[in-house]
């Protein structure tokens, strides 16, 4: 069975992924400097949520993640993670306490928690309502934020929300920031999208704001150390029966999952990766029962692997786009600023001395540092920022070459997230 499924996720087609609007607005390089400079306006509608009300609904949440559930007020939100008996990560996704017992997630951690819902014994109701998440971040967030609410905004704690109007649409205010810097996260219904995004680029004008497109959408993700489910690391979502009942119950658009890279294994458990490895320790806390807590406490206390930037030698980089103007096999394309279609990447990491000591996941062009960069998961041994190691690149059957790689912190961009708001400053246009 193991076997069979990392075939056939090898061997599956690509996916273009159907977020973010058009592949670039402005171009790449523009929108890359927007989360530096200024701001941008991403588009995350695509995103997949539930809503969970009834008795039970914060049982359904205690039982299956990693966080703790002792300090969780009305209008905050959490980085809910998911994980199988093992303590591998099963989805990922935001968690927003909407009322008492009222309770809305995205992405992979809605399908999760309506199958947990749906094959267990729970008295809440589950409902898929159809809204926008509209995402601004950047330097000059605050200012296009607070000028297209009409109110300021700088009383919203980090990873908290209240109630705020655009275009006279009632919005939820949730401040989060995915580029590592302040931003603000719109969430409301879908049949007024329109309308709040174009007032949002037109309160932005003025700071800079920019359109952020599929090209570069993930960059800020590698930048700021967001591992994201699809494309950093594959999440277990191959319980039996889980795929079919997710395929009728959802609408994936399309998508559908590919494992990609050099490295190579029978086993589709291999790939999957724990929140330990994927840095999220922080968030495991061992004050309740749930699923994968014995495997996580043996782990916290002897970590196998931790989270990592790679930076890629220039001149590797470089041979990889000379091989295509030479005779013969190229190397692999490596794809700039960032493969665009739905690919959980996983290349061999060795030491200089040819020792296997992780995974390195799809690699992707920052502008802004002018380096090629990749999220990695390997031996705490070789972690230090500076140590040298090498990345195989290169499909199993293809032409494979060594890259030499250097170890750097993860997030590799300073966080800027928590900013105090009321300090924030003026915004500043910058080109």
Not at 47 to 57: K, N, R, S, T
Not at 208 to 220: C, E, V
Not at 262 to 284: A, C, H, M, Q, R
Request: some cysteine; hydrophobic content about 40%; proline content about 4%.
């Amino acid at each position: 069975m193991n076997n069979s499924i990392v075939e056939f996720l090898r061997h599956a087609s690509a996916t273009y992924h159907p977020g973010w609007g058009g592949p670039e607005y402005t171009d790449w390089q523009d929108e890359q400097m927007s989360w530096k400079n200024t701001c941008y306006l991403g588009d995350w509608s695509f995103l997949w949520e539930v809503q969970v009300e009834g008795a039970d609904a914060m049982r359904v949440f205690e039982k299956s993640s990693i966080n703790s559930y002792a300090k969780f007020p009305v209008g905050s939100a959490k980085h809910l993670v998911q994980c199988n008996e093992n303590g591998k990560v099963v989805g990922d996704g935001v968690l927003m306490r909407t009322g008492e017992q009222s309770f809305r997630t995205q992405s992979t951690t809605a399908f999760w928690t309506a199958w947990l819902i749906h094959n267990g014994n729970y008295d809440v109701t589950v409902t898929k309502p159809n809204r926008f998440q509209l995402q601004v971040s950047g330097p000059n967030a605050l200012a296009v934020c607070e000028k297209v609410t009409g109110e300021s905004l700088t009383d919203i704690k980090f990873m908290h929300f209240r109630t705020v109007q655009i275009a006279s649409v009632d919005v939820d205010a949730l401040r989060q920031g995915m580029a590592g810097e302040i931003g603000f996260e719109f969430h409301g219904d879908a049949a007024h999208v329109e309308a709040v995004r174009e007032a949002i680029l037109e309160a932005g004008q003025e700071y800079g704001i920019r359109r952020l497109g599929r090209r570069t959408a993930m960059i800020n993700h590698l930048e700021a150390a967001f591992p994201t489910g699809g494309w950093h690391y594959l999440a277990d979502m191959f319980t039996p029966g889980f795929m079919e009942w997710m395929q009728q119950e959802f609408d994936l658009l399309g998508l559908s999952g590919k494992i990609g890279g050099s490295f190579t294994s029978d086993n589709i458990e291999d790939y999957f990766l724990s929140p330990v490895e994927l840095g999220w320790g922080k968030s495991i806390k061992f004050d309740h029962d749930f699923t994968g807590r014995a495997a996580l406490e043996r782990e916290v206390e002897s970590p196998s692997r931790v989270r990592v930037t790679l930076e890629f030698d220039k001149e590797d980089v470089i041979d990889i786009y000379s091989s295509l103007f030479d005779d013969g096999e190229p190397y692999q394309f490596l794809d700039i600023p960032h493969q665009q279609r739905w690919v959980a990447w996983a290349d061999t990491v060795r030491s200089e001395d040819g020792e296997e000591i992780g995974l390195s996941t799809v690699p992707g062009y920052s502008f802004f540092f002018r380096k090629v960069l990749t999220l990695s998961y390997i031996d705490p041994r070789y972690s230090e920022p500076g140590t040298r190691v090498q990345v195989v690149w290169g499909a199993p059957g293809t032409r494979q070459k060594l890259i030499g790689a250097t170890v750097a912190t993860a997030p590799y961009k300073k966080d800027n997230r928590r900013a105090d708001l009321a300090a924030a400053g003026p915004a500043v246009v910058s080109a």
